[in-house]
């Protein structure tokens, strides 16, 4: 079990890595002071209204996030701190699909704070 954990992280690893390589290299030849420069326009009132949204449910999911991954971190340690050696064990076993979570959590509404930052820098010139 802990050998096919290893080897599926290494090739996922490979994996991710090839593909950032391969990003990188294709991008090479493109001129972003020229593509910037085409891109013009002004951002519509439908468009302000739906990054607001957007950004209004990225908080709130956020935030619901963050207390649940708090809320469940004490009540898995405070039940750590007082199990016997065996429960304790059993609580190490749940204790990393919560990190798992936890990362994917604060992971994901990042991404998402960049890429609508991002988005709106773009939709905004003009």
Known sequence: MKKSVKIIGILMTIIMS???LT???NASGIDASELAG????TTSGAQADVMNIGNQIIGIITTVGVVVAVVILLILGIKY?????SEKAEYKKTMIPYLVGAILIFGASAITKVV??????IGGNG
């Open 38 to 41: 085409q891109l013009t326009g």
């Open 81 to 85: 701190m007082m199990g016997s050696a």
């Open 23 to 25: 990003t990188i290299s």
């Open 18 to 20: 090839i593909m950032t």
């Open 116 to 121: 609508v930052a991002l988005a709106s820098g």
